[in-house]
């Protein structure tokens, strides 16, 4: 099993920048893929980026590639969100989920654990 607990959350004025962190337990994600979602109130869930198990392969949904940076440190079994400019339809609760791959992946389906999310709000 692997606990995920992400952090990082809150109140930003667009164009501001929030850093998300999802620090897992339970068993080690050193060989696990791992992927950042987000909902919106009224939406679906939705894929925002991922990272392979060695922090070289990374995939960005297009609506954030350029300003929003995965990364993680497998030492501290921890994956990041550096989110910049940010806009207010980014708002949205948002979660990590690591899957039993390695590799990559932008389906909701092939993640087998997932965190409780975090809030992240952008003002205008």
């Known amino acids: 099993q692997v606990q995920l607990v992400e952090s990082g959350g809150g109140l930003v004025q667009a164009g501001g920048s929030l850093r998300l962190s999802c620090a897992a337990s339970g068993r080690a994600i050193v060989s696990r893929a791992m992927g950042w979602f987000r909902q919106a109130p009224g939406k679906e869930r939705e894929f925002v980026s991922a990272?392979?198990?060695?922090?070289?392969?990374?995939y960005y949904a297009d609506s954030v590639k350029g300003r929003f940076t995965i990364s993680r440190d497998n030492a501290e079994n921890t994956v990041y969100l550096q989110m910049t400019s940010l806009k207010p339809e980014n708002t949205a609760t948002y979660y990590c989920a690591a899957r039993l791959s390695s590799q990559t992946s932008d389906r909701q389906n092939d993640y087998t654990y997932w965190g409780q999310g975090t809030q992240v709000t952008v003002s205008l």
């Open positions: 990272t392979s198990w060695s922090g070289g392969s990374t």
